[in-house]
């Protein structure tokens, strides 16, 4: 069966560091991958998407990166994080290529900026 | 743009009633409609979807109906138990850049409360 990995659970990190973030899928191959992020209260706000391994979709302008370096690897990055970077952090995957197959979500990064 | 809003914000029903979330989507292309039930702190699971291809799914206490000449769909819960209450997103799936991903854009959210 399909499992998916997302770590660290909880992260604190100092204004202006950098933050990687990795979800990694198992059991299934080429998968559609996703990262959303949610605000305290708040709905599910979708920043990235990939179809593989170098093809990178960016949903919201931001100091924010996506990166692919393998099929089920996917990564979330930044150089200098924000005070509104704070917020719960999920990747997701999903399969097939025709768009109407349901997406299934990692457990999270919660992510607080001090 | 792309849009899925979601009614009502939060929602509180009886044990044993009936609980309705409607949602509406601005992409005439959608063509597949999943609802999701995230608890507090957790992961969003979903719960039910529908396709473009019918027009109403039932599971168990869960239904979703969907019409697509008014671009709405809404998630019906019967019978409601302590353990329905969540937060409830619909989503509704775009034309994305790559045609074969799954874009889904997300409603805002319905906090369902059931009073005992």
């Known amino acids: 069966s399909q499992t998916i990995h997302q770590w660290p659970a909880t992260l604190v990190q100092p204004v202006g560091s950098p933050l990687s973030l990795e979800c990694t899928v198992e059991?299934?191959?080429?998968?559609?991958l996703y990262w959303y992020r949610q605000a305290a209260g708040r709905g599910l706000q979708l920043l990235f998407y990939?179809?593989?391994?170098?093809?990178i979709s960016s949903e919201v302008p931001q100091n924010l990166s996506a990166s692919r370096p393998q099929d089920r690897q996917f990564i979330l990055s930044s150089k200098k994080l924000l005070l509104s970077d704070s917020g719960f952090y999920l990747c997701?995957?999903?399969?097939?290529?025709?768009?109407?197959?349901?997406?299934?979500f990692g457990d999270g990064t919660r992510l607080s900026i001090l | 743009g792309e849009n899925v809003e979601q009614h009502p914000s939060t929602l509180s029903v009886q044990e044993g009633d009936s609980a309705v979330i409607k949602c509406t989507y601005s992409?005439?292309?959608?063509?597949?409609f999943p609802w999701y039930k995230q608890e507090l702190g957790k992961r969003p699971q979903l719960i039910i979807d529908?396709?473009?291809?019918?027009g109403e799914k039932k599971d168990q206490r869960i239904a979703v109906t969907l019409n697509k000449t008014a671009k709405h769909f809404s998630l019906h819960i019967t019978e409601t138990q302590p353990e329905d209450s969540a937060v409830y997103f619909c989503?509704?799936?775009?034309?994305?850049?790559?045609?074969?991903?799954?874009?889904?854009?997300f409603g805002s959210g319905t906090r369902l409360s059931i009073r005992p």
């Open positions: 997701a995957w999903s399969v097939g290529n025709r768009g109407n197959q349901p997406q299934h």
């Open positions: 059991g299934t191959s080429n998968p559609n």
């Open positions: 990939s179809v593989g391994i170098g093809q």
């Open positions: 992409d005439s292309a959608s063509n597949y």
């Open positions: 529908i396709r473009s291809n019918v």
């Open positions: 989503a509704a799936r775009l034309r994305g850049a790559y045609s074969s991903a799954s874009k889904i854009i």
